[in-house]
């Protein structure tokens, strides 16, 4: 089996571990959970889940969070 | 005025300026012109997390979500599953779940899809949201959202950003007459004057962006915005003299030689 997925993190190729959670790539790329919102393809996750749900290979994940704006 | 609070779905404000957090130099001056502002409420965006810079700091670590009411909206969407999306998004970020809800109908213009926008207003007030519509100068369409379950209406004065000011004066006036909610003028307003107009209509409170982010001086201009709007609704309570044609002197006759 191998060791590790492809997956795609806000339009982007990433590679992890093929036993990691949605807490683990969150970490890896030093995101701090509060005030981030996590879409799992397509499905938005309750910040209860992240160190429960196991990412598998072409997992398609979105990361958001607040940046500066009025209206577009 | 200390007991002049605004009030929107149990939710207490003290600030009638909302202002927006887009287009600053950087966070600092951000921070600095929301102060300046006296502004309770601030506008977010919701946006992919840079995750090749990850040293860039976050808004929020300068606006304390403890001492403002975050407003996330959801700019830049076109159709109603995008302003779903992203409202649910705002929502499991974090800050609350009240939207400022923004269905855009042409990229020109950035006019509303008024149609779209009731639509999406009226899933997300079924899901549990506060949403607060920014909606066009249109009194029906500003019924229709409350109807749907929107405890306030955000009309635009102008398109978003264009800083001509009220626009409309009388549609916003008959929505104001009509409608039973508070009206959030947004959009539009380009200097103190515009701030201070919409509130003398009648405007239970003014939300804009530009029109200090994108002044010469920022910080300056917020302070002008909050003594325009605090003055406009001064003299909406107070009642202004109605307009008349011909003079009527100040100064009495009697007693004249």
Excluded at chain 2, 13 to 19: E, G
Aim: aromatic share 6%; with cysteine.
């Amino acid at each position: 089996m191998q060791d590790t997925i492809q997956i795609h993190v806000n339009g982007q190729a990433q590679t992890c571990d093929c036993d990691a959670t949605v807490a683990d790539l969150l970490q890896d790329l030093e995101i701090r959970t509060e005030r981030v919102a996590v879409e799992l393809n397509l499905e938005i996750l309750d910040r209860a889940m992240f160190d429960q749900r196991l990412l598998k290979d072409g997992d398609r994940v979105e990361i958001m969070s607040f940046i500066g704006g009025g209206s577009f | 005025m200390a007991d002049d609070r605004l009030i929107i779905a149990g939710r207490e404000f003290k600030s009638r300026l909302w202002v927006g957090t887009g287009k600053y130099k950087d966070f600092a001056e951000t921070k600095k012109a929301i102060e300046m502002s006296g502004a309770d409420v601030v506008t977010v965006a919701v946006r992919r997390v840079n995750i090749t810079d990850r040293s860039k700091e976050n808004l929020l670590d300068y606006i304390d979500p403890k001492k403002y009411t975050i407003l996330p909206n959801t700019a830049g969407c076109y159709t109603v599953e995008d302003a779903v999306r992203y409202s649910r998004l705002a929502r499991a970020a974090g800050v609350s779940d009240v939207v400022k809800l923004e269905v855009l109908g042409d990229e020109r213009t950035l006019f509303p899809d008024t149609a779209g926008l009731i639509e999406a207003a009226k899933i997300l007030v079924k899901e549990g949201f506060i949403v607060l519509p920014y909606t066009n100068d249109d009194p029906i369409v500003a019924q229709k959202l409350v109807d749907v379950g929107c405890p306030a209406v955000m009309p635009l004065a102008a398109p978003i950003g264009s800083g001509l000011g009220i626009r409309n004066p009388y549609n916003l006036k008959i929505i104001m007459e009509m409608i039973k909610v508070p009206i959030i003028v947004d959009a539009g307003v380009g200097t103190a004057s515009d701030a201070a107009f919409a509130m003398e209509l009648g405007a239970d409170a003014v939300l804009m962006n530009t029109a200090i982010a994108g002044a010469k001086d920022p910080i300056a201009m917020a302070e002008a915005m909050k003594y325009a709007v605090y003055a406009g609704r001064l003299a909406y309570k107070a009642g202004r003299i109605p307009r008349k044609l011909y003079a009527m002197a100040s100064s009495p006759i009697e007693g004249m030689l």
